[in-house]
């Protein structure tokens, strides 16, 4: 039976990973360093994830034999302070693998993200592997645990699987400090018939993808025979691409009389180093990715 461990489990992703799980034959424990506002559908424990030693407790106490390792300090909450955000970022993959390695765990599963690119990566339509030169801690912290993966898997054997993920959507959690997060802002101040002020401009256009596709994903590529993959450091995937005022547009298609103010703020910088489209073709062609969540239907989903 997969017993599984997922780290930061009360974030954007972990939630929804419970979700999946519950309606699966597997074990579930949940970890972060709060105490869910809500029950549950599977094991809990509040755990720190730069604590070793009480990590290891928990992987031997429950049996652990596959880890979604999901804490981190994502884009513009790392820049205000970049030590402290290098270290959770760093310190606890380095922590996972460790218990790995300790516990003859196999199998992990961790993001990266398209903050992994730079202004030298052609960013029109950025490639799986093109030249990257990542400008905030957060993307410095991704490429270095992409690296770090793949020399486990070549020194160790250590099978740890990522994905590349742009912007995620869900209405269903707060926004966690990302430079995306004005996608799921400006979607949820449409359905409080509020007033938004955008922090990115106008037309600033990057990669999107609706949280069930970002959970299938990675399913699909957990579940893939190792011999079958290509790529150890990390996947490029994507579902669409948008700017604010083609989002702006589509809302008030939508029968939606929303305000939109635009004052880019310093993520801005931050967003003109991103891609604005991903080639994901690797994806599609070792694991037969894709993705069913395009602009409509991913606000079908969210106005529904």
Not at 3 to 10: D, E, K, V, W
Not at 123 to 129: G, I, R
Request: proline share 4%; aromatic share 12%; with cysteine.
């Amino acid at each position: 039976m997969q017993r599984i461990l997922i780290t930061g489990a009360l974030g954007q992703l972990g939630l929804e990973f419970i979700k999946y799980f519950e309606k699966s034959d597997v074990y579930v424990l949940a970890t972060d360093i709060r105490t869910p506002s809500e029950k549950l559908s599977c094991e809990f424990e509040k755990a720190d994830a730069l604590d070793k030693d009480r990590l290891d407790q928990l992987v031997k106490k429950y049996k652990i034999n596959t880890i979604y390792h999901l804490v981190a300090v994502l884009s513009a909450n790392g820049e205000k302070n970049p030590f402290s955000s290098w270290n959770l970022n760093m310190n606890s993959f380095q922590n996972i693998v460790e218990i790995s390695l300790d516990n003859n765990i196999k199998k992990i599963f961790w993001p990266s993200s398209i903050a992994v690119f730079g202004t030298d990566s052609n960013l029109d339509f950025v490639s799986q592997n093109p030249s990257m030169s990542p400008e905030t801690i957060y993307g410095v912290s991704k490429l270095a645990g992409e690296k770090l993966s793949s020399y486990y898997f070549n020194k160790f054997g250590l099978d740890i699987r990522s994905l590349r993920y742009p912007g995620i959507i869900s209405t269903d959690t707060l926004p966690g400090g990302g430079t995306t997060d004005y996608i799921i802002e400006m979607l949820n101040a449409a359905k409080n018939k509020s007033d938004y002020t955008c922090f990115l401009s106008e037309e600033t256009k990057l990669p999107m993808m609706y949280i069930d596709d970002a959970i299938d994903a990675a399913i699909k590529l957990m579940s893939v025979e190792r011999k079958k993959l290509t790529i150890s450091t990390s996947y490029n995937v994507t579902g669409f691409s948008i700017t604010p005022s083609e989002l702006e547009n589509q809302i008030r298609s939508r029968g939606f009389d929303i305000k939109i103010d635009y004052k880019p703020d310093f993520r801005q910088k931050i967003a003109n180093s991103w891609p604005k489209k991903i080639d994901d073709s690797s994806s599609i062609k070792d694991w037969e990715w894709s993705c069913n969540f395009g602009i409509k239907e991913t606000l079908d989903r969210v106005f529904s």
